[in-house]
């Protein structure tokens, strides 16, 4: 994998068109073990920075988790509560007639949470509460101008929320206060795999004009 001497951190990813990295930016949860360059972290969080937000507010907070004590830590809470999440879908799983794609996710899904704490970078996006709400309008922007930084300079990701089952004591570990509460995790590294265009409905099938009208379709 590329390391800091390979990596051109100012050119890496400038030259990917924007709707190309849109229509191939699909969530990869398979990821080597193999270090990420900070310098690279940067670039890709720096991109979150552009993300709109209301009154320019900019409440985002990222950690990036990358020491492998303190990753093993955030693993074993995820995958506990993982599989307990994760469980129902797994015996629905079992009948013949389940869609073939959807098992894959469910193994793709399991894979990581059994890895995470190999995967290099785990990066929390937490934001500044306003009147006692987070901002969550504010960082779901900054978390996918993420995921399609990371899609341009080669890195592969994934938008995970589960931990939010025990965000308290993962937000305390981390030094997030009440005030900043985490509401994301992304699990970032090079992927095992590669990108490609996911399956999607065709927007004729969701796209309506001037009103709500599902019989058109």
Aim: glycine share 6%; charged share 25%; proline share 8%.
């Amino acid at each position: 994998m590329p390391t800091d001497l390979a990596v051109d951190i100012e050119r890496i990813g400038e030259d990917i068109p924007l709707l190309e990295a849109i229509r191939t930016t699909r969530a990869i949860r398979r990821l080597k073990p193999d270090p990420v360059p900070r310098a690279l972290i940067r670039k890709v969080c720096e991109a979150g920075t552009f993300a709109p937000s209301g009154g320019n507010r900019q409440p985002w907070v990222f950690v990036a988790v990358t020491e492998s004590e303190r990753r093993a830590f955030i693993a074993e809470r995820y995958r506990r509560v993982f599989h307990e999440y994760i469980a129902p879908a797994v015996e629905a799983a079992q009948a013949p007639d389940f869609p073939e794609r959807k098992r894959r996710n469910i193994r793709a899904a399991m894979h990581l949470a059994d890895t995470l704490h190999t995967v290099p970078v785990h990066l929390v996006v937490a934001g500044w509460t306003r009147r006692g709400q987070q901002q969550t309008q504010g960082l779901f922007p900054a978390i996918q101008n993420i995921l399609l930084a990371c899609r341009a300079v080669g890195l592969g990701a994934s938008l995970t929320t589960v931990h939010t089952a025990v965000q308290r004591e993962i937000d305390d570990y981390l030094n997030l206060s009440e005030e900043t509460p985490s509401c994301a995790l992304i699990p970032i590294g090079w992927p095992i795999g590669k990108y490609g265009t996911p399956p999607r409905r065709s927007v004729d099938e969701c796209l309506y004009f001037e009103r709500f009208s599902p019989e058109a379709n």
